[in-house]
């Protein structure tokens, strides 16, 4: 045992209530300051970790009571008196079950240590243990080899951090090996696997993902399942493994939840390189104990998701179709939100810290998940033209990596490097406009699409409503709510807000009215509610489309040179027209 310990049970499970114990050895201060971590890395905003403490108190090795005094949010100061070994013991309440959370039921003990480890700020970089109370007949799923005596050895605080477990009795475990490397899928909430299925298919990514990037920091990867009854969809990435709640489980093997399960792992899994090792300089090493500000998300973030489909389709795990599904579902998100036109991506990414993670402001920000993977298309798009696809993004991402494993973080100035010795030189300005800026990149992403003989195909996948007057809108039986209005719209124009309850169309209650169609300058009048007060309104409509999507299309006679460049891109034949 290390002299730094930490011990977790949960004697009364349906209580909820983790017991740790922090055992601290070769003390020498006669005033000890100790923290809780105040986020986690994966949800760059603030956590409150220190809201789910029941209790905190300190003793002595003898078991006499020190004074501990809570000084800030996550801060403590105990009076040691000079005692060398002092222990420190607490309950956390452990009653959200996510992909980033730490759960504590009758069936499972489930613990992201960020959440729940207390540290001490002087001392993070010495080796720290931990030992889990758990019944015999559970199993425990961690990327760590345990010793004879049970106890789980870790070189400092931040890899103990990075480091999950689930103890259950039910645990089910998949493993296999693809170049010299263990991968383990450990499932917990499902009876039900398809084992070979998934094993053919994580073995395409993980294959995939090998080849592009190169061997993992460990020989061994934990993929930790919590699969829920509900609706859930939510990864975490760690340093050698990662967390993903989904669900429902009675669907985990139809396709569209399927479908969900290679994405969000493949997405995962390369977070390994990207983030865990290809890091911000401004995140190296983190800082637990304030906010980890950086303009740069969309790469950590954006790049991740870009790739993480990508993976999927380049090995053959999906098809085109269903790489299209996910490339669709990016462009809709991407024309319907009006806040790409209001923060840049790069300031978005900074704001994960404000509001990153709900809906905020109507159209205040944007995506750094979506606009960052349209970007990396782009960008690989146009190392791919300038190197008649001899080089790509690809190559950006070793030359990351290779800084990386020399313990290099990267800046913007040092992304524009790496990114201009590739090709075309000029991506200061690039950036400038399209991640730093709010300048439309839409004839970028034409561009980038066309040159593998694809385009955009405008869709409308909301009410003619939504789209003709601006509004977007939340239907219930005989009355709508406004979620959104577009801006410069008809709605806009004619006073409507969020929050507006819409009860009639042209004087027809709402679920009556239907669907209409509009034609330009047609006026309209609506009924709607607002504080309680009757309201009406005359919008005129014009031509334009509010809120329109979009969807990825073949072009019409693609020729060799389109064909060629999409097999380079996609590693896959051209599709075959339908």
């Not at 800084?403 to 950036?431: C, Q, V, W």
């Not at 039986?477 to 807000?497: F, R, W």
């Not at 309209?524 to 919008?539: D, H, K, Q, W």
């Amino acid at each position: 045992m290390s002299n730094l310990h930490y011990q977790f049970s949960g004697p009364v499970p349906n209580r909820q209530i983790l017991q740790i114990k922090f055992t601290i050895k070769e003390n020498k201060q006669q005033t000890l300051k100790m923290c809780l971590p105040k986020w986690r890395p994966g949800r760059y905003e603030l956590g409150n970790f220190a809201k789910n403490l029941m209790f905190v108190r300190a003793l002595s090795q003898s078991g006499k009571d020190l004074k501990i005094e809570k000084t800030a949010i996550h801060d403590w100061e105990i009076q040691t008196e000079g005692h060398s070994e002092i222990v420190i013991e607490y309950g956390y309440y452990a009653a959200v079950l996510n992909a980033g959370s730490t759960w504590l039921h009758e069936d499972q003990m489930y613990v992201n240590p960020v959440n729940c480890c207390m540290y001490l700020p002087d001392r993070m970089d010495e080796a720290c243990s931990l030992s889990i109370d758990v019944p015999d007949s559970y199993e425990i799923a961690i990327d760590c080899e345990a010793s004879a005596a049970g106890t789980y050895t870790f070189s400092n605080f931040d890899r103990l951090a990075d480091t999950p477990f689930i103890a259950s009795a039910k645990l089910r475990h998949v493993s296999f090996s693809e170049s010299e490397h263990n991968f383990h899928l450990w499932f917990q909430g499902t009876e039900e696997l398809q084992e070979d299925r998934l094993v053919h298919d994580f073995r395409l990514f993980c294959r995939e993902q090998l080849k592009t990037m190169g061997a993992l920091p460990a020989s061994n990867y934990h993929f930790l399942y919590q699969i829920t009854a509900d609706k859930s969809y939510h990864g975490v990435e760690h340093l050698n493994s990662t967390v993903i709640a989904l669900g429902p489980r009675k669907e985990l093997f139809g396709d569209a939840i399927y479908e969900e399960l290679l994405g969000v792992s493949s997405h995962e899994l390369f977070h390994a390189w990207n983030v865990k090792w290809i890091r911000p300089a401004s995140m190296l090493p983190y800082r637990f104990d304030e906010e980890n500000y950086s303009r740069l998300g969309w790469i950590y973030e954006g790049v991740t998701t870009w790739y993480g489909d990508m993976f999927l389709y380049r090995s053959g795990a999906f098809n085109f179709n269903q790489f299209k599904k996910t490339f669709d579902e990016k462009l809709r998100r991407h024309f319907s939100n009006y806040g790409r036109f209001n923060l840049s991506v790069g300031d978005s990414s900074f704001d994960t810290w404000l509001d990153g993670y709900v809906s905020g402001a109507p159209h205040r920000k944007t995506s750094i998940y979506t606009e960052g993977s349209l970007l990396t298309f782009i960008l690989d798009s146009r190392m791919r033209a300038f190197n008649k696809d001899t080089k790509s993004f690809d190559n950006a991402m070793r030359l990351l990596l290779d800084e990386a494993k020399d313990g290099k973080g990267y800046t913007l100035d040092s992304l524009i490097r790496i990114f201009d010795s590739i090709g075309p030189g000029d991506h200061a300005e690039f950036l400038r406009k399209y991640a730093l800026g709010t300048h439309d990149f839409e004839p970028e992403l034409r561009k980038a699409l066309r040159r593998i003989g694809l385009d955009i195909g405008v869709t409308l996948d909301f009410s003619t409503v939504e789209h003709s007057l601006g509004l977007r809108l939340n239907v219930s039986g005989s009355q709508a709510e406004v979620l959104l209005v577009a801006p410069a719209s008809p709605a806009e124009k004619a006073g409507l807000a969020t929050g507006d309850i819409l009860v009639a169309l042209n004087g027809m209650r709402w679920d009556l009215a239907l669907s209409p169609q509009f034609v330009p300058d047609e006026k309209v009048n609506i009924t709607y509610f607002r504080g309680g007060y009757l309201n009406s309104a005359e919008l005129k409509c014009n031509t334009e489309k509010y809120f329109r999507s979009a969807s990825v299309i073949m072009i019409e006679n693609a020729g060799v040179e389109e064909k060629t460049a999409f097999k380079a891109w996609a590693g896959q034949d051209y599709p075959a027209s339908k």
